[in-house]
C-alpha cells in the first residue's frame, strides 16, 4: 500500500475541510513555519487557495510559544490552517479556542486528545514515521492533491521541502516515504529529474570552483563560501579548474575526476572533524527541475531549498512564496541579495563558535550548548547543523549540541542536534522543559527549546 493509500482518511478530512472554507467563502487565517518546509507548504496552500478565488491571510512564526499564540489574531477568524507547527503544541492550542482549524504537520503529536473543532492531518496518526519519511509539504501536498487534481503541478516545491527539512536519508541520501512518492508525481508530470552523482551546488553547467563554494549541504569545512580556497584544492589534488582562461564546468568532469574529487572531498571532510557519514553525503541522489535554465540557482532542487531556508531566516517570506509559485525577475534578485547577508551571518557566527569554543560553550554530562550574544534566533537551527558537523572531535561522549540566542527579554531559544541514535530529542527536550519551565519539543532527531534565562543553570544541571 503507498503511503498516499494509507493517508487517504486523512487526506480527505483535509481536503474537506479546504473545500468547506471555499464555500462558506470567509478568509483563513494561515499560519506557518519560517523555515524551507513551511514556506513551501504554505506556497502550495496558498496557491491553491488563489487557484478558488479564495482570499486568506498568510503569517509566518517560529513556532506557536504562549507569547506567539497570544500575539495571532485567531479569533478573529472563523478558520485557521496551521503547516508545519501545531502537532506539538495541541495543549497550548486548547486554552485558545479555535473556532474551527486545520493541522498540517509531520511532527510528533502532543499526547493531548483531539480537540473539538481541530482537523488534524499527520502521518503519525496513521501510523507513520512521519519524521524521517514525510514533509509538512509534502503533506500539504498531498491534502491538496486530494481536494484539487491540479495542484500536482506544484510537487517540485513539495520535494524542495523535504530537502530543506534534510530528508534525503534514504539508500544513497534519496528521499523515502510520502516525500519519494511525490518525486515520482514531479517526474510524472515532467517537472524533476533525478540522478546520482557528486552532490555539489549546482547544475552541470556551473563552474567546479563556484560548484564547491556554493555547497553548504554537507558543509565542507574550508571550501565553502570560498572560491580561493575550493580554486587552490582542485590545483593540490590534479583536477584543473580552468580550461585556458576559462573555469571548467561540473559537467566537463570525467569519470576518473568525478570519483578522485568525491576521494578527496571526504577525506579533507574527515580530516576536518566531519562524520564519515556527513562527509558521505557528497556523493547520492540529485534532483533537478527539468524547465529551469541550467545557470538558475533553482535548477538544483537541493541549493534550492538552501535559498529557501535562508529566505526564511532573514524573514523575506513574501520573495520565498513568489519563487515558489513561479515569479523570478526581482525576487530572484532579492533572493540572492538575501542569501549573501545569510551566509556572512553564518560564516560570522561559525568562526566566533570555532574559535571561542571554550567561552560561550557550556556543557553537562550528556550534551553541550553554545550561548551566542547577538546571534539572530532564527539562525540557530541552521547553526547548530553546521556546528555538528564540523566540531565532533570536540564533542567526544556527548548525545547533541544545542546552539542559544536570546530571544526577546531575558529568554533564550535553544536549537539542538543529536549527535547518537539512542536519544529522542523531541521527547527529552519536551520532558526538559516541564522541569525547568519552558517550552519545547520537535523531532528524534532535532527539537528546540525556550527557556527563561533564570533556568540556564538548572537547565545545565539536568543535561
Known sequence: MSYFEKLKPLLRKGAAFLKETLREGSAPLVVAHYDADGLAAASIVASLLSSWGVDFHLTFVE???????????????????????????????????????????????????????????????AGIDASSHSCAASVAFAVSVEADPSTRRLAHVAVVGALGDRMDNGEKFSLTGLNSEVVEIAKQEGIVEESVGLRLFGPKARPIVTALAATMDPFIPGLSGSETAAYNFLQRIRIEPKVGNELRPLGSLTKEEEKLLATELVKHMVLSGVSVREAQKIVGYKYYLVKEPPSSMLKDLREYAYLLNALGRMEQYPTAVALNIGYKGRYLARAEEALRHYRRLLAKYISIAENEWHSVVREGAAGAIAFLEGLPPKLTGSLCSILLSIALNRLRGRKFLGVAARYGEGRWKISFRRLTEDINLGDFLRSLASKVGGVGGGHPAAGGLLIDENAVERLLKEI
Open 63 to 125: 513556532q506557536l510559544y504562549p507569547d506567539v499564540l497570544s500575539e495571532l489574531p485567531l479569533r478573529d477568524y472563523p478558520r485557521v490552517v496551521f503547516l508545519d507547527l501545531g502537532s506539538g503544541y495541541k495543549d497550548l492550542l486548547a486554552s485558545v479556542r479555535l473556532q474551527s482549524a486545520l493541522i498540517i504537520d509531520h511532527h510528533p503529536p502532543h499526547p493531548q486528545q483531539e480537540l473539538s473543532g481541530i482537523v488534524e492531518v499527520n502521518p503519525y496518526l
